[in-house]
Antibody, heavy 118, light 111 residues
Framework: EVQLVESGGGLVQPGGSLKLSCAASGFTFSGSAMLWVRQASGKGLEWVGRIRSKANNYATTYAASVKGRFTISRDDLKNTAYLQMNSLKTEDTAVYYC?????????WGQGTLVTVSS | QPVLTQSSSASASLGSSVKLTCTLSSGHSSYTIAWHQQQPGKAPRYLMKFESSGSYNKGSGVPDRFSGSSSGADRYLTISNLQSEDEADYYCETWDSNTRVFGGGTKLTVL
C-alpha cells in the first residue's frame, strides 16, 4: 500500500521558518519526482515546487510565489522529501500536500496545515 | 508557461454520465495532463495521466467509470454511471521542464 505522510506543520509567526517532511512508502521513491502543492482554505490547488530523482540530478524548480524562500530536498535512503520554508508570510497559510510521480502514476499525502499568523 | 481553464461547476444526475473539460492555453495543445479528484474535506486523489495521443494511465483503484479523451487543446474527463461519491472537485494539471500548473477546478454536484 502506498503511503505519503506529511508532518511538521503548525503555527508560525510571519517571518519565521518551518520544515515539512513527507515520508513515503509502497512505491519506488528514489525513482520518483516529488512535488509540494498547497491549498488555502476554500481555494484550489497551487503548485509550490518539485524535486526530480537522482537520475535527473535532483533538479528543483519552484513557483514564483515561493522562489528564494522555500527549498525542497530529499533523502532517498530515508524515503523522505522535505520542504524548508523561510521568511513565511500570512499568505503562505494553507494545507501543504506532498505528491509522488513515478512517470506512470501518482500519489498524494493527507496534508499538513501551516498557519502563519502573529 | 501553460495555463489550464476549467469550468467552475458542473452537475449531473445519479447514474448518468458527465464530461468535464480542461482547456490548454494557446501553444500548449500537445501537453500531457493529469486529473485529480478531491472529495469534500479530503486530500486529492490521482485519477489519471492523459497524453495528447489519447493514451492514459489510471491511478491505483480508479474505477473503469472514469475515462479520458481529448480534442485539440481540450482534455476531457468522463465519469459514467455517476455515484454519490463522485461529488467532488476535479482538477487538471500540466507541466513543462520548469513549472507545473493546476486548473482552477470544477465542482461536480451529483443530483
Amino acid at each position: 500500500e502506498v503511503q505519503l505522510v506529511e508532518s511538521g506543520g503548525g503555527l508560525v509567526q510571519p517571518g519565521g521558518s518551518l520544515k515539512l517532511s513527507c515520508a513515503a512508502s509502497g512505491f519506488t521513491f528514489s525513482g520518483s519526482a516529488m512535488l509540494w502543492v498547497r491549498q488555502a482554505s476554500g481555494k484550489g490547488l497551487e503548485w509550490v515546487g518539485r524535486i526530480r530523482s537522482k537520475a535527473n540530478n535532483y533538479a528543483t524548480t519552484y513557483a514564483a510565489s515561493v522562489k528564494g524562500r522555500f527549498t525542497i530536498s530529499r533523502d532517498d535512503l530515508k524515503n523522505t522529501a522535505y520542504l524548508q520554508m523561510n521568511s513565511l508570510k500570512t499568505e503562505d497559510t494553507a494545507v501543504y500536500y506532498c505528491s509522488g510521480r513515478d512517470g506512470v502514476t501518482g500519489y498524494w499525502g493527507q496534508g499538513t496545515l501551516v498557519t502563519v499568523s502573529s | 508557461q501553460p495555463v489550464l481553464t476549467q469550468s467552475s461547476s458542473a452537475s449531473a444526475s445519479l447514474g448518468s454520465s458527465v464530461k468535464l473539460t480542461c482547456t490548454l492555453s494557446s501553444g500548449h495543445s500537445s501537453y500531457t495532463i493529469a486529473w485529480h479528484q478531491q472529495q469534500p474535506g479530503k486530500a486529492p486523489r490521482y485519477l489519471m495521466k492523459f497524453e495528447s495521443s489519447g493514451s492514459y494511465n489510471k491511478g491505483s483503484g480508479v474505477p473503469d467509470r472514469f475515462s479520458g479523451s481529448s480534442s485539440g487543446a481540450d482534455r476531457y474527463l468522463t465519469i459514467s454511471n455517476l455515484q454519490s461519491e463522485d461529488e467532488a472537485d476535479y482538477y487538471c494539471e500540466t507541466w513543462d521542464s520548469n513549472t507545473r500548473v493546476f486548473g482552477g477546478g470544477t465542482k461536480l454536484t451529483v443530483l
